[in-house]
DNA sequence: TCTGGGGTCCTAGGACCC
DNA sequence: TCTGGGGTCCTAGGACCC
């Protein structure tokens, strides 16, 4: 695979800027000037390529950003938006291949592999063509890379050229890779660079030049796939399905200041559980697990889980069960400066599932009440009805006290006794 | 870097069973 | 009293991504 120079072609195709270049692609009158998204939470989610020149990076406080630069334009991030100029992006890419995957809301790779004679050009070419083509019918810049993976895609795009386009050919990979910092690379995070640093390992090109069993003794299996990628061998499979289904659903909200106040930090978790319910309605998905985590003042976390007794997207029939397991966490001299739930073990929603002793009527119920909710919420924005934390308290019935369920499945929580630690990096991540 | 929000996959080790 | 082997399933936790 080293030796031929586009066995596969892969393109990685992102977009510079992109909430700041979304909004000055929608408003002529924001071009040029200093843009930055974030303003919810008072942190800069995005930079124009102004506010870049004005020292401006991601994750700065707005606070400082205004200092460096007063004369800065704060925009609240508005991801409706800049989703449907993505969908647009991705249009135009799939006028070129149909094997698109998006792979985040600014990023998608495609596989061009055989369709020199079709376009009747280069790779190269082709690229080129795709990003003027972007760029003139959207108004927002892309980076474009190219080369024979996935990951070199990525490289590609890290080290490209003032037109922001870059190119790693098949045969000139060492060459590509020579100093480019293997902490750098897409699939190696801090952990994993830091433990190939104990091995003398650095640069890429020194992680493509070691042996794959040396390698394997220390490495697993996606760090290896990464390794194999560099080299120009295709080792992560392409997704070009359209996600439709989701493993978990998470919402997590910070608020300030923190707080040790039981009630407002239990409407706070309360807020989150129905967002979390109506994003798995939507995607008709219904959870079996319901995680509910609080984050402290200090910053540390502590978890409890629950299994459901059936799977369900209704925040009526969790908050009993949120209720407990917040009772489990929460301890009154503390204060908390976020909540969040995890819907997972998602299922796909289907009508008829409930237990069988359950009465159908409260769940029918149940979903004409949350189908009504749904339809205000669409109609009328997603805060003209939600829950009152007074409702909390009652619906307690539904789930619980059923005598006569098989053995394993009369327990509602399992393991609701458990408390334990959550790592930090469950919340810990990276900007945008 | 005094720290937002939302996901995915992999692995080690224990529980449980024969 | 120092111990069987082996398989499967589940969980907690780690690491990574945008």
């Known amino acids: 695979m080293l030796f031929s120079s586009f066995p596969t072609a892969i393109a990685l195709v992102d977009g510079v800027s992109f909430f700041a270049a979304c909004e000055q692609a929608i408003n002529p009158a924001l071009r040029g000037r200093p843009v930055v998204t974030g303003k919810e939470r008072n942190i800069v989610a ?5 506010a870049k020149a004005r020292g401006i990076t991601r994750g700065v406080a707005l606070w400082d950003a205004k200092k460096l ?38 990023e998608a790779f495609a596989d061009l592999t055989g369709l020199r004679r079709l376009h009747r050009c280069s790779y190269e070419d ?21 080369a024979p993976t996935k990951t070199l895609a990525k490289v ?5 050229q003032p037109d922001r386009f870059g190119v790693i050919n098949g045969r000139h990979i060492e060459d590509a890779l020579h100093r480019f910092p293997v902490a750098d690379v897409w699939g190696i995070g801090p952990a994993t660079a830091a433990l190939l640093a104990k091995h003398r390992i650095t640069t890429a090109g020194q992680f493509i030049a070691a042996s794959r069993d040396y390698l394997a003794t220390f490495l697993t299996k996606p760090q290896l796939e990464t390794w194999q990628e560099l080299r120009g061998e295709p080792a992560i499979p392409f997704m070009t399905e359209p996600k439709e289904a989701y493993h978990s659903i998470s919402k997590v909200k910070t608020f300030t200041p923190a707080s040790n106040d039981r009630d407002y930090v239990f409407s706070q978790l309360l ?14 998905q219904a959870a079996t697990k319901c995680v509910v985590f609080l984050r402290q003042h200090d910053f540390r976390s502590l978890g409890v889980e629950a299994t459901l007794l059936r799977p369900t997207a209704y925040p009526n029939e969790l908050v009993p069960i949120v209720r407990r397991l917040f009772e489990q966490l929460f301890t009154p001299t503390m ?30 119920k149940t979903r004409r009440l949350y189908a009504a909710v749904d339809m205000l919420r669409g109609k009328y924005g ?12 009652q619906h307690t019935q539904h789930l619980s006290a059923r005598g006569d369920v098989p053995r394993r499945k009369r327990l509602l929580l399992k393991g609701e006794t458990k408390r334990r630690r959550l790592p930090l990096p469950l919340l810990q991540t990276s900007v945008n």
């Open 335 to 364: 204060r908390y400066r976020s909540t969040g739930v995890i819907l997972g073990d998602l299922v796909a929603a289907s009508p008829t599932q409930r237990s069988l002793f359950e009465p159908a009527n409260i769940i029918d």
């Open 69 to 106: 630069c007063p004369d800065l334009v704060v925009l609240p991030s508005d991801y409706e938006t800049y989703s449907l100029i993505a969908k647009r992006l991705y249009d135009i890419i799939r006028s070129y291949t149909p094997a698109v995957e998006e792979y985040s809301i600014d």
């Open 156 to 160: 590609a795009g890290e080290i490209h």
């Open 382 to 393: 997603k805060h003209v009805v939600h829950h009152g934390a007074s409702l909390a308290a």
């Open 46 to 50: 995005a930079a124009s390529v102004e």
């Open 126 to 146: 082709m690229c080129r063509q795709l990003q003027r083509e972007i760029e003139a019918k959207l108004g927002v810049a892309v980076r474009v890379g190219l």
């Open 271 to 284: 807020k989150n559980v129905e967002n979390a319910c109506t994003k798995a309605r939507r995607y008709e």
